[in-house]
């Protein structure tokens, strides 16, 4: 079992960039695969990013490639979400979340993951 605490949030222009933050505790994080998802009032939570265990494969949603990246330290039990030229669109409260699994291939659907943090928000000013 691991426990999920996001940090980072904040505003911002548009053009700006934040870096999310998910520190994770509990036994053998470098087991788990972890995901980033976001939402909006009255939306369902969607998928941003993901990384498998050891972060040799990551996949994202159409709308953030190109902007965001993914990345993880096993070392520091910790999970990042680098945004960069942020849109007002991006605007939402962003969750962590994560799975035990040392696949390869990484789930982006809300099921597949067990673990979830309590969110941070991101605000995008225009």
């Known amino acids: 079992q691991v426990q999920l605490v996001e940090s980072g949030g904040g505003l911002v222009q548009a053009g700006g960039s934040l870096r999310l933050s998910c520190a994770a505790s509990?036994?053998?994080?470098?087991?788990?695969?972890m995901g980033w998802f976001r939402q909006t009032p009255g939306k369902e939570r969607e998928f941003v990013a993901a990384?498998?265990?050891?972060?040799?494969?990551?996949d994202y949603v159409d709308s953030v490639k190109g902007r965001f990246t993914i990345s993880r330290d096993n070392a520091k039990n910790a999970v990042y979400l680098q945004m960069n030229s942020l849109k007002p669109e991006d605007t939402a409260v962003y969750y962590c979340?994560?799975?035990?699994?040392?696949?390869?291939?990484?789930?982006?659907?809300?099921?597949?993951?067990?673990?979830w943090g309590q969110g941070t928000q991101v605000t995008v000013s225009s």
């Open positions: 979340a994560g799975r035990l699994s040392v696949a390869v291939r990484v789930g982006i659907g809300l099921n597949w993951y067990d673990y």
């Open positions: 509990g036994r053998a994080f470098s087991n788990y695969a």
């Open positions: 990384i498998n265990w050891n972060g040799g494969s990551t």
